[in-house]
């Protein structure tokens, strides 16, 4: 049988709460201080890619744990109004859903989350029915969810063994302490690593030496890396060669998820079979494009609407 689904994401799915801009530093003593806007929207790592991804027109499963309490629906049915399957999305009656509280200040942004059901989320939430469905397994938040972290390397070894592909988004690690020990068994089962440049350094232990050399020495680990360098565009490696795109300039509001809805486009361009350098091209396009509106899921473009910016700059759609 072919696969149900294009793309599995497993991971986070939290509400964000998103404020700012910060224009003086935060006030504690109970001082109240007032910023220009506040909004609540659909959060998480692998919550906003399995989102982009649905939007950009693929079959899309989500597998996760979130609380059986209001935020926990909220987000069950945001990622079902975006078309995303949601049967694996576990609702946990202890503990709450995570939550994010981001702020942000120009370019930059704080952020707090409360991890709720992130310490209890393991492989056990993660049905196998869906990974043996699917073309595609991305995970994400690798070190805000310890217990799946851990058991990622069975995961995604189901997952090949049924024929798929699998990418991993380590996003940051608020401990500090970028523990390579326990990510290099799912390097080792990693077919896409997907890091931002500060990410890429950490990961590389490369502070202070260019990102394209981050990326070299991951791509000894892992067949294809692809970096996400805000402004700069992003660059991928895949051992030998190094492809780079300066990405299309939009006026942007938000960059929240923007390097969510990158991962979006870069998956869904390699599961249809553009080129290399095509796919790096189409994710940044996703991830600039996202920038346009709050939230990290609101400004994400369709599948037609990035191949015309594709067109714009350059590129022939397929």
Same mark, same amino acid.
């Given at each position: 049988?072919? %696969?149900?689904?294009?793309? *599995? ?31 609540? $929207? ?15 027109? *693929? ?36 503990? %709450?859903?995570?939550? $994010? ?46 217990? #799946? ?24 690690? %608020? ?9 290099? %068994? ?6 896409? #690593? #997907? ?7 950490? #990961? ?86 996202? $920038?346009?509106?709050?939230?990290? $899921? ?21």
């Amino acid at each position: 049988m072919p %696969p149900s689904f294009d793309l *599995l994401v497993i991971g986070d799915a939290n509400p964000d709460v998103i404020i700012g801009p910060l224009d003086a530093p935060l006030a504690f003593d109970q001082r109240e201080q007032l910023i220009d806007s506040g909004a609540l $929207t659909l959060g998480g790592s692998a919550a906003i890619t399995a989102c982009g991804a649905a939007r950009l027109g *693929l079959r899309v499963a989500f597998a996760g744990r979130v609380g059986d309490d209001g935020a926990g629906h909220y987000m069950r049915d945001r990622l079902a109004a975006h078309g995303v399957d949601v049967s694996g999305l576990r609702m946990d009656q202890g503990l %709450p859903t995570p939550l $994010t509280v981001i702020v942000t200040r120009g370019d930059d942004r704080a952020i707090l989350t409360a991890p709720g059901t992130l310490a209890a989320t393991s492989g056990h939430d993660i049905p196998e029915r869906l990974l043996t469905s699917a073309r595609h397994v991305h995970s994400a938040s690798f070190f805000l969810i310890p217990r #799946l972290a851990a058991d990622l390397p069975g995961l995604f070894d189901t997952a090949r063994a049924a024929g798929a592909t699998t990418s991993l988004d380590t996003n940051d690690d %608020p401990s500090g302490r970028w523990d390579r020990a326990a990510l290099a %068994p799912v390097l080792a089962r990693t077919d896409v #690593l #997907l890091p931002n440049a500060a990410e890429a350094h950490r #990961l590389a232990g490369t502070d202070g030496t260019s990102v394209a050399a981050a990326a070299g020495l991951l791509a000894r680990q892992v067949p294809l890396v692809a970096v996400k360098n805000g402004a700069d565009g992003a660059l991928c490696h895949d051992g030998r060669t190094v492809l780079t795109t300066a990405g299309i300039r939009v006026t942007a509001q938000d960059a929240v998820g923007a390097g969510d809805s990158f991962n979006a486009g870069f998956l869904a361009g390699r599961l249809a079979g553009r080129s290399l350098a095509d796919t790096l091209d189409l994710a940044a396009v996703c991830g600039a494009l996202s $920038t346009r509106a709050a939230g990290g $899921t609101s400004a994400q473009p369709s599948w037609e609407e990035a191949l015309t910016h594709l067109t714009t700059n350059g590129d022939s759609p397929s």
